[in-house]
């Protein structure tokens, strides 16, 4: 089994900039979908931004033109680059990953991002 691990997260002010990592145990070539959601105090674990393929993307239109979603298959990795960030943005951050349609995500630990002056 394929494990994920974050990293990246941390406190920024607003309008600052942070990069996550996701990086895999193993190869993530043949995965069907890669993804970030989040989750926010009090409230339910939302998508955030997915790529499926090498260039089908999808993002939470909150996000849309601040964060920026990108796989390295060479490296087993996962990146995602926020940008512009916002308070609204405060959240545990979570990589997933799926090795076909019908699989089960794969999740990560967790990393917490913090948007606060």
């Known amino acids: 089994q394929v494990q994920l691990v974050e990293s990246g997260g941390g406190l920024v002010q607003p309008g600052g900039s942070l990069r996550l990592s996701c990086t895999a145990s193993g190869s993530i070539f043949s995965f069907y979908v890669l993804g970030w959601y989040r989750q926010a105090p009090g409230k339910q674990r939302d998508p955030v931004a997915s790529i499926r393929g090498g260039n089908t993307i999808n993002y939470k239109d909150s996000v849309k033109g601040r964060f920026t979603i990108s796989r390295d298959n060479a490296k087993n990795t996962m990146y995602l680059q926020m940008s512009s960030l916002r308070p609204e943005d405060t959240a545990v951050y979570y990589c997933?990953?799926?090795?076909?349609?019908?699989?089960?995500?794969?999740w990560g630990q967790g990393t917490q991002v913090t948007v606060s002056s």
């Open positions: 997933y990953g799926r090795r076909t349609l019908a699989s089960d995500n794969i």
